[in-house]
């Protein structure tokens, strides 16, 4: 029987985990826990490991490998496409259109997962339209263009195993020619350029708290400022009002210096601090720095940490913060 590999990649919530078991009538095998953050609104669980199905037509038996939408878990992306299904025969990308940023999403699942094999065959599946109309199809194609990809796409329903067939027939088809740009300034690096410390490195590669991470945040309505603060206690950076600048500091001081040394996966802790008014701050710690953000009150905590989640996991700027 001839076997073939697919393996399913992209954000939180796009579908993956219900495209596998649409198809394969829930015989899935899948690894999920709660979702801890504010992707809550949207669904109640997440892939943390992989999820995995075989689904057997005819003569074939397809092997399907669905990734964890969260930068955190990077390793099991690595180990799927590197290890698992380093010989699969095409890759299908799910993005929600629902999600705030698409575009990004776009990029940032694109640079990922072209990294381990940027010559297997990709397909992408659109869901989400029937909730938020736009991007269009239009709109996806031109930021394909842009990014000089050639991809088929789609704009589907998870739910629907006919859909999630399209796309597997799609992959399976004979391969095309997908531009390659082989400049050194290429924007896909591919693994063979990447040492083995690089490619499977647990500590994150870039700083956390960029220059470009702290101006976007910045500009999230209702933000008023931000401060970047070390382990010393000391202010690096601030847009703080003073007396928004010291209440910062007081609570920095009290979280013990072990709390911000968080280097695996680039993991970022996240603490909630209220004010005697209806402002709030939400606060940042890795890397042995504290970054703390100030917000009027009508901004929720939820809307904006959904905003910093999409912003931490797509700057990968190497420019950092400076007085």
Known sequence: MNDKKIVFFGPVGAGKTTAIAAVTNDKSASTEARVSDSSIRRKKSTTVAMDYALLETGDERIHL???????????MWEMITTELAHDCNGHI???????HHPRQDLEFYLQNFRTYNPKIRLVIGITGSDLIETPSRSDYAGWLTELEIKAPLFFIDARKAEDIHMLIDEVLQSEIDIPQNTSPSSTWETEEEMS???????APQFPVFTTELVRDI????????TALINDDNQTEYSSLKSAELDTLQQFSAEIPRGRRRIYDFGAVESFHLST???DHYTVLVANEQLLGIHCKG????????????NLLQWGKSTSTISA
């Not at 490998?65 to 390793?75: A, C, D, I, V």
């Open 218 to 225: 910045e500009n999230i309505p209702q933000v008023t400022g």
């Open 276 to 278: 005697e008014s209806t």
């Open 65 to 75: 490998y669905g990734t964890p939408g969260q930068e955190r878990f990077r390793f």
């Open 196 to 202: 083995i410390d690089e490619l499977f490195s647990t």
């Open 93 to 99: 990308m799910l993005l929600d259109n629902a999600r």
């Open 298 to 309: 009508q901004l929720s905590l939820l809307a904006l940490k959904q905003e910093i989640d």
